[in-house]
């Protein structure tokens, strides 16, 4: 017998791993490298097996189909296929993972469940789709859907590989690196750019002499033997006849019949790897020993109190001091201001600025001396006034 696992859904499975003892932390840095959906479906394949099982047994991986905005054209035109566009795709030969099977293990044949399907296939006329002009988010979805299951057959590596590759498929981007992550905009941003680069709006008087062209153009390019001698193409009517009205899934079989020639296969570009910033938690808590970050947060929660209501015996001369010549400074700004006397208000405004600089610079000095010592309350107390000061 073996044990059935219940499907985890991902916001449990998440919280698990964020719990979990001994689990290494991620920073938010390089968490905003990773998609969510990334993660979760990493953690389920490498971690649950049985879950993985659940999931996908007997239909396999069926998720909704995104529902993505179509390629709009202005009043009186029409969306046609871009001939100066090369259709590309990265697709998906590096997302193959193997989970063993228990129920079917062979102890006498113990390789027997290695050998792995794969689905490549699958993903170059997956993006050939998203880059066919006219094509819906939907029709690429089931297509790809309809070829991984006709190519794994139930096989649970197979179909787990065609999970990671539908959620892999699209790679860090560098305009993403500032963005919060947004799973609505990650489902289209493949097809919108798709159908950005392969659309071009035409007349609609000219829409049918603008398909021929195209047609032309690729027999020209991938089989010269459709076009008669004058380079028109053979059987005209009888295109139009099974084609009218669904252009697009024309162009889309042809580039998919001849992909071999027609589409351009290209290397995924990785993001390059995570710098955290000079002053981060990483660096006040180097060496700290398990469980020390928890009572850290304390401290730091402690020393958040201390910084907003300050004792007599809390406060630090130089601070003090510090806190005296910025206000008088800030007064005398803001004095020149209301007398309009800026070139007043401006040699204020860099003192200031001086000012600041050189208390910061005496603040993380005395902030890595304090980590030195091992005073964390003095050091996240400090560092808090550092942020505070940065902000002016």
């Known amino acids: 017998s073996r044990a059935v696992w219940a499907p985890a859904p991902p916001s449990a499975l998440l919280a698990w791993w964020q719990s979990a003892p001994g689990t290494m932390k991620v920073s938010k840095g390089v968490a905003g490298h990773l998609q969510p959906e990334g993660l979760l479906g990493l953690l389920a ?52 993972m193997n989970i063993l099977n228990a129920a079917s293990f062979d102890p006498n044949n113990p ?28 029709a690429c979805h089931d297509n790809f859907q309809k070829c991984s299951q006709k190519i794994c057959k139930g096989d649970q590596n197979c179909q787990l590989q065609a999970m990671m590759s539908d959620i892999m498929s699209e790679p860090y981007d560098d305009e993403d690196k500032d963005k919060k992550y947004d799973p609505e905009r990650a489902k289209c941003k493949g097809y919108n750019r798709g159908q950005q680069e392969s659309c071009r709006c035409v007349p609609k008087k000219d829409f049918k002499s603008a398909v021929e062209s195209n047609l032309k153009g690729f027999y020209s390019k991938f089989n010269s033997e ?38 351009e296969i290209r290397q995924k570009p990785k993001p390059p790897p995570y710098k955290p910033p000079a002053d981060t938690d ?23 109190d201390s910084e907003t209501a300050p004792t007599s015996q809390d406060v630090d001369p130089e601070e003090a001091a510090f806190d005296q010549k910025l206000a008088a400074i800030q007064a005398k700004k803001q004095k020149a201001k209301e007398e309009e006397d800026y070139d007043a208000a401006a040699d204020a405004k860099e003192e200031a600025a001086d000012l600041i600089k050189e208390e910061i610079a005496r603040l ?11 005073d964390y309350l003095e050091a996240k107390r400090i560092k808090m006034r550092i942020q505070k000061h940065s902000e002016l």
């Open 45 to 96: 394949a490498l971690l649950c097996p049985g879950l993985v099982e659940s999931q996908f047994g007997g239909a396999g991986y069926t998720p909704p189909a995104p529902i993505c905005p179509a390629f709009k054209c202005a009043d009186g035109e029409m969306a046609v296929g871009n001939p100066d566009h090369q259709i590309w795709s990265y697709g998906c030969k590096d997302s193959g």
């Open 111 to 138: 390789y027997a469940n290695m050998g792995q399907k794969s689905v490549d296939k699958c993903c170059v006329e997956r993006d050939i789709c998203k880059q066919t002009c006219g094509m819906t988010s939907k």
């Open 226 to 263: 459709k076009l008669d001698k004058k380079g028109d193409i053979k059987d005209k009517d009888e295109v139009w006849k099974k084609w009218k009205g669904k252009e697009p899934d024309m162009f889309m079989a042809l580039a998919a019949k001849y992909k071999s020639k027609a589409v």
């Open 282 to 304: 990483f660096e006040d808590t180097a060496g700290t020993a398990p469980g020390e970050d928890e009572s850290m947060a304390a401290e730091e929660a402690t020393a958040a």
């Open 364 to 374: 993380n000095s005395k902030k890595a001396k304090a980590i030195e010592e091992e």
